[in-house]
């Protein structure tokens, strides 16, 4: 488990990409303290534009600056940048091709007590649908680093994912993030999991699980869901003949539905996907609401078991 919480590592590489690039400016929706963009107030404060509590209006601020040449990062929750803003987003920022940066804080299930009303579980699905976007859930605080650089220097719009709290590191020693490829974390031939963001981290742990009782389970890591590395999923599908999705969002319209896209086209096989059932997520203690919403490795465990009896063809 990393010591820092990403969102903490988020702030310190805006410090960081502000030093190296006096072009980039921070937009904040009233939340500095909680995304941690009061790191790059302290040290930029001319580069740092508080717009409160008013979202859809810091995306059109964000458009005009982008329009001048700036490189902006308009910081909110992932709910208020998706979904309150989110004609500002299409019609403002998409649409021109504008150069852009969202992060996406405080996503899905890890976000805990906030209840349906922050808790976004819709954002990739929206993102994914919006033109001219690059979408990405980073799975530890290395690859957060890497994205971000990766953002800055790309030019066009781009949306990030930022988990709360601390998650574990998967990315292997001298891992070198690359848009809209996957990395293999694990070999495996009975069955792929395809994990994005920490919920690759539940698969490497579901893994660990199956082994136990014979199963070899290959772990793939999707940071990208747009660009989607196609050929990795047809890869992996040819290979094991099953596989499991595992995301912090819901099913319909993530990872899930991106690589279920992808195999009907490519390599069709069975296939489960976890994540959030098509449901608002309740307030809730953070391992409860896993629970409850069974996204678990042990419900990864499950549904592996599920695809390889329907690829036995014993369902």
């Known amino acids: 488990m990393s010591e820092m919480e990403m969102r903490e590592v988020f702030g310190k590489m805006l410090v960081d990409l502000g030093r190296e690039n006096p072009d980039i400016f921070v937009l904040d929706g009233d939340l500095n303290t909680s995304t941690r963009t009061d790191l790059f107030l302290a040290e930029f404060p001319k580069r740092f534009v508080q717009c409160g509590i008013a979202e859809q209006n810091m995306m059109g601020i964000a458009a005009g600056m982008a329009a001048a040449g700036i490189i902006p990062f308009p910081t909110t929750f992932a709910v208020f940048a998706t979904k309150r803003a989110c004609d500002q987003v299409s019609i403002s920022i998409a649409y021109p091709k504008l150069n852009v940066k969202i992060p996406g804080c405080y996503p899905g299930l890890p976000t805990g007590k906030a209840g349906a009303t922050h808790q976004s579980i819709e954002d990739l699905a929206i993102m994914r649908a919006m033109p001219n976007f690059l979408v990405v859930d980073p799975g530890d ?44 974390l694990r070999p495996g031939t009975d069955v792929t999991l395809i994990g994005t963001g920490f919920m690759t981290y539940y698969c490497l742990l579901a893994a660990d699980m199956l082994e136990k009782e014979g199963i070899k389970a290959r772990v793939d890591h999707h940071p990208c869901l747009k660009p989607l590395d196609r050929d990795a999923i047809a890869k992996s599908a040819k290979e094991t003949g099953c596989i499991v999705t595992a995301e912090n969002h819901s099913i319909i319209g993530g990872l899930g539905s991106a690589v279920a896209e992808a195999l009907v086209e490519t390599a069709p096989v069975p296939m489960e996907r976890i994540g959030v059932h098509d449901k608002f997520v309740e307030c809730g203690e953070v391992p409860d609401l896993f629970v409850k919403y069974q996204v678990r490795p042990e419900d990864i465990v499950d549904a592996a078991r599920r695809v390889i009896a329907r690829k036995k063809g014993k369902v």
């Not at 650089?149 to 781009?158: K, L, N």
């Not at 998650?167 to 996957?182: C, R, S």
Request: net charge positive; proline share 9%.
């Open 141 to 184: 605080n290395e690859e957060l680093r890497q994205v971000m650089r990766a953002a800055v220097a790309w030019d066009g719009p781009v949306y990030f994912r930022v988990t709360r709290p601390a998650v574990p590191d998967i990315t292997p020693l001298g891992y070198k993030f690359e848009w809209g490829k996957a990395v293999n």
